[in-house]
């Protein structure tokens, strides 16, 4: 069974720092790890979708890597700002191949402060 | 903006009842996803349909049933509400091509049972 864990559950920075969420999962046998956004009460924001076969996955300030064999992945955030405080998830997919099921960790909830 | 939709957007509703929410989704997607959100918990997979049959279920009771429509709109049923059954349901769609595509989640319906 497929768990997924990411550390830290809560981060607070200053506005202007880099900072780094990361997410283990326990299947390497992966077909691709999503990170995913959320605003508070509403739904998923999807940020970046990592291929298998791919190491990273850039998206303007956001930047997100793979490592299959030890199970995890980070999400790094450059210069953060207060609009950027939200819940982080990330997730992977069953690993049965077919088209349903994401396993979600529980987040990161980021605080930046002015 | 994802182009998929969920109604009602907030519901009270007290233990024993039953409860339909309401999902459409993105145009050209023919698979639907649904999970449940507890409050600061990420979210656990319900089921899945795909061209109006149940194509996945997580581990949830027999009383959390669905239906897609030939539209591909779909619902979420659930019966004898419980306390637990409080969160937040997501619904999610994309495109099954024989891969794994991007799941595209809507808002949300924030379910209270009292």
């Known amino acids: 069974k497929q768990e997924v864990t990411q550390i830290p559950a809560a981060l607070s920075v200053p506005e202007g720092e880099n900072l780094v969420l990361n997410c283990s999962f326990t299947d390497s046998a992966i077909y691709n790890l999503q990170w995913f956004r959320q605003d508070p009460g509403k739904g998923l924001t999807s940020l970046l979708l990592i291929q298998s076969s791919q190491r990273e996955q850039t998206s303007g300030r956001l930047n997100a890597s793979l490592d299959k064999s030890s199970g995890r992945s980070t999400l790094y955030i450059a210069a953060s700002q207060p609009g950027d405080s939200a819940t982080y998830l990330c997730a992977v997919p069953n690993s049965g191949g077919s088209n349903y099921k994401l396993t979600f960790g529980k987040g990161t909830l980021l605080t930046v402060n002015p | 903006e994802t182009g998929v939709t969920q109604s009602p957007t907030h519901l009270i509703k007290t233990r024993g009842q039953q409860v339909t929410l309401r999902c459409s989704s993105q145009?050209?997607?023919?698979?639907v996803s649904w999970y449940q959100q507890a409050l600061g918990q990420g979210p656990q997979f319900i089921f899945q349909?795909?061209?109006?049959?149940?194509?996945g279920r997580g581990n949830f009771p027999p009383r959390f049933s669905g239906l897609q429509f030939p539209n591909y709109s779909s619902e979420l049923n659930v019966n004898a509400l419980e306390l637990d059954d409080s969160a937040l349901y997501l619904c999610?769609?994309?495109?099954?091509?024989?891969?794994?595509?991007?799941?595209?989640f809507g808002p949300g319906t924030r379910l209270l049972v009292l």
């Open positions: 145009s050209g997607h023919n698979t």
């Open positions: 349909y795909y061209r109006e049959e149940e194509n």
């Open positions: 999610a769609s994309s495109v099954a091509s024989g891969g794994w595509e991007t799941q595209y």
